[in-house]
Structures are given as structure tokens and as C-alpha cells.
């Protein structure tokens, strides 16, 4: 007789879909039967994914039980009348003078006739089809993922039916508070409308969790009992890190190596970064011979113009897109990985996943975004690098530099601790723990 509990997982995104948002209960599946926990995934049977990748599929448990029931979407009617419509759902928006009018009129549609969102066909099917599933079935715990947020209405809808149920509700990004919120062209009822829900989700669900420490913080603040699981690194992914979890030791590089993973865009350009190095390439011989500035994946062209109208004009090296093993093997063989975040105090919460990358693989990182930021608090937990606002200089100078001698002396960045907590496997015990 198996005596583990059982936890109903509403989530829209599911391999094949691709992106960050499918692989956070993707992770927990994989490991909550480790702590006691039977995990069945509820998911739509036809969804209208943005991204696929199939090599997620791997990470799905052979055993895993997965209930689909069908869902009508407006998406597909959506993109024969604009191309563009498709970014939707992605969240993502034309804005300003990339806009067109037909862009105009489907946001409108999409904020003020479809809310939450889109997928909010699929509530009033899902609550008649899991009342009915969670009377017939043992279920413990009920979790709801979003976005799109109106999975929470099946979990809002499912608690008032069935009082005694214990519902966590996810929330992998904000509602009101996302970036793209104020681009949704809401009249006043309609934002009244989503505040409304966004509410009665906080106030009723058991337990919110928050993807970062200010996004928890600001959902305590609106009434919810909120606590963070921040996303994390599997470590059976691309062996970043060693069986016994702890993180592999930096190799010895044979030029000193600073290096951005990922999109770069001019929203998040660094320029004082490159404005220092560009100094200590010009004052410091020693630095200039064996330094090398590495890109792997897509920068603005903008950004590498100017770039290269400077001193690190010969200590580019610009790989373009890679796949995901081969970004990791890249990471591996540098010295310093660079993340940017928006300077916006607004984005403070964010907490790129890529972080946790980085981390496992025991480099030393050096960041830049808002004051206080979320990362930063991550790196001085870690001891992993130092968080930098866009308009520091002079600081972030004496770090390359201090990080470069430490290089050529072969002393660099031993001294990360604390990163066994962000570990997939750790962070779906500490779920476990809530669970029971």
C-alpha cells in the first residue's frame, strides 16, 4: 500500500511546452515523491502553447498520472485577424510606436472582455469536471499555477464548493503587478474587476506562494498568507552540479573571462560595466593581455556597436545563440557571469532563473539592477558575487580588478556557500514541509 498523500496540480503549461513557467511543477513532480507526496497533474488537453521543447519531456515521471479535459481558447481566432496577436500569450505587447491599430483594438479585447485572461474558458468546465474528480478521488491538496491567472478561479470556485479543501495558490509572476498590467488598456471596471478576483484568490487560497521575497512581501501587504519558493537548479541538468550537491570548482581559464548568457537588450545595458572595462584594458597592460569579454546568445546590435567603438574591440567574443547544454558549458568556463535586471525600483522582485545557473556552477557573479534588489540579497546569502546600480563605476572597477589579480594568483571563487538551498530537490522539501 503506497501511504502518500496526493496533490492535485492545476497547471496550463505542461511539456511539450516550452519556457520557464512549465518547468516549476514540472521540478516539483519530479522530486515531491521523494518527501511522501504523489503528485497528478490536471492540464488541458489542446492547449495553444507559445514555445515548445520537447526535451522536456524527459523530466516528466513514467508513472505520473495526468488528467486532461478539453479547453476552448479565443487564440487561434485571435491570430488569423493579427499576426501579432500571437505574443499574447506569451505576455508579451506591442507598445508605443510599434503598435499598430489592429494591435490596439486586440488588447483592449483581450483586457476589458477576457479576464483574467484568455484561458478563462476552461474555469466553469474544470470546477464541474474536479468537483466531481475530488469527491471520487483522495486528494490532500489542491495547487493552482499562474499565470494565466484564471487558473486561480478554478481553485477560488473549487474552495467555496468544497469549504474543508486545502488550496495553495501559485503565483510564478504577479497579477495587478506584472510589467505588462498597464499595457492591457483596462477601463475602470475592468481593473476594479481584476483586482477584485486578484483578492478573493489572496483571501481565500491557504497558503500564496511567491516566486521572490518582494513579490511575497506585496501579497502579504494585499492579505494573502504568503510565503516564497523561489525557482532553483536541478542538478541532474547538464551535471552542473556533483552527486554529493555540492557545486563543481571552478576549471582554471586560460584568459580571464567575464561572460553574459542569454538576451541582452538595451533596456538592461550595463554601460558603466563596459565603460570600467574599457578602462582597465587601456591602463592596465597585464589586464588588456588576458582578458576576453564572452557573449553567448542574442545582444542588441547597439550594444555591441559600442562596444566595440572601444578598447575591448579585440576582447570580444561573440558566440550568438546556443542550446541550453552548450550555454551551461559556456558558463563553466568562464570567470564571471554578468545578469542584468530592468533599473526600475518596480523590478526589484525579479529574479531571473538564470541565476540559479550561475550559481551552480560556482563562478563568482556580478549583477546590476534596482537598490535592494531581490539578486542581491541571493549573493550576499551565497557570498556568490556583488549587486551593482546602473550608476555605480568606480566600485564596480575595483571588483574586476580585485577578481582579476585573485585569477592570475589562481585564488578565484572559492568561497560561494548556501547554494544546496536553491537546489530543485531542497526547494520541493521545503514545499513538502508547507504541504504537511
Known sequence: M??????????????????????????????????????????????????????????????????????????????????SNKKFKAGQFDVGKNQSWKSRISIWVRGNFFIPDARVFWVKPSVTFLEQYLKENN?????????????????????????????????????????????????????????QMESEVFKNADITLATSYTDAENFRKSGANAICITNGFDETDSQIVNSDSKTLRPSNTSAFTLSYIGVLEQLRNPENLWKALDELAQQNPDFAENFVLKFAGRVDDKILADIENSALKNHILNLGYLSHDKAIEEMQSSDILLITNFPNES????????????????????????????????LNETQAGRHFSYNDFDTIKSFILEKFELWKNGNLAENTKNIEQFSRRNLTNRLAEILE
Open 347 to 378: 523590478s526589484k522582485g525579479i529574479i531571473p532563473g538564470k541565476i540559479f545557473e550561475y550559481l551552480a556552477t560556482g563562478k563568482q557573479i556580478i549583477s546590476f539592477g534596482p537598490d535592494d534588489a531581490d539578486v542581491s540579497r541571493i
Open 2 to 83: 503506497n501511504s502518500h498523500k496526493k496533490i492535485l496540480i492545476i497547471t496550463y503549461y505542461w511539456p511539450p511546452a516550452g519556457g520557464p513557467g512549465v518547468q516549476r511543477w514540472l521540478k516539483f513532480a519530479k522530486y515531491l515523491p521523494e518527501f511522501g507526496w504523489n503528485p497528478v497533474i490536471y492540464t488541458p488537453e489542446n492547449p495553444s502553447y507559445p514555445l515548445l521543447d520537447e526535451s522536456l519531456i524527459k523530466d516528466v515521471p513514467k508513472d505520473l498520472e495526468i488528467v486532461k479535459t478539453k479547453i476552448w481558447e479565443p487564440y487561434q481566432l485571435a491570430e488569423k485577424l493579427n499576426k
Open 139 to 195: 486528494i490532500d491538496v489542491v495547487v493552482t499555477s499562474g499565470p494565466p491567472h484564471s487558473l486561480h478561479l478554478i481553485g477560488l470556485n473549487l474552495k467555496k464548493k468544497l469549504p474543508h479543501l486545502k488550496w495553495i495558490a501559485d503565483f510564478r509572476d504577479p497579477w495587478t503587478e506584472i510589467s505588462y498590467y498597464k499595457h492591457l488598456k483596462l477601463t475602470k471596471s475592468s481593473d476594479r474587476k481584476h483586482r
